[in-house]
């Protein structure tokens, strides 16, 4: 079946430390998102990437890191300069970047609790 | 600034009648609209989308309207069932080699039965 994974569903983590968020898409998709969902809020894009070995910083990039090496793989750094990052978070994929009315695929989520 | 705007945080409607879900957006540049439906725990799935150069959408019970001139959208949904109960966002997206997708606040949809 092809689809998006997101590990794990729930992390926690204290404060000052790394944590990697996993994405893994099997569509054969070119272009992967990251958002964070927040209580009474949008989505809202911290890092994209339309192609191996490429990414863009998005709207609130502040405190992540992202890498993409495989094009099935998206995986997001939320580091210790992140002031807020007790959220929910969603990966996307898509199949390009640009283009009309193919729409995103989104993964699972991981809600992310700092203690 | 948020240029999508769902401005109900919910809404309760009876099994059988319609449901009507907002929209408002402010950057007339958006070429292209979606809904998307999730219920908890799990990611958005897409639902249902309507290019700037039409002005209704329809699949089955769904039908997505699109009025640019007050730069409004809606999603009808007919006839509402419990299992439709979820949250609801819309989003637009620019035109251009990366299409950026702004998303609403979403809009909780429980349908009683």
Redesign the interface.
Known sequence: DGG?T?SP?YLFRKEGQNVTLSCEQNLNHDAM?W?RQDP??????IY?S?IVNDF?KGDIAEGYSVSREKKESFPLTVTSAQKNPTAFY?C?S?IR?????D???????TRLTVL | DQQVKQNSPSLSVQEGRISILNCDYTNSMFDYFLWYKKYPAEGPTFLISISSIKDKNEDGRFTVFLNKSAKHLSLHIVPSQPGDSAVYFCAAKTDGNFNKFYFGSGTKLNVKP
């Open positions: 998006i997101q569903k998102y958002y009474g809020q949008g989505l809202r894009l994209y339309q863009q969603l996307a898509r970047s640009g283009g009309n009315s729409e995103q695929f989104f993964g699972p989520g």
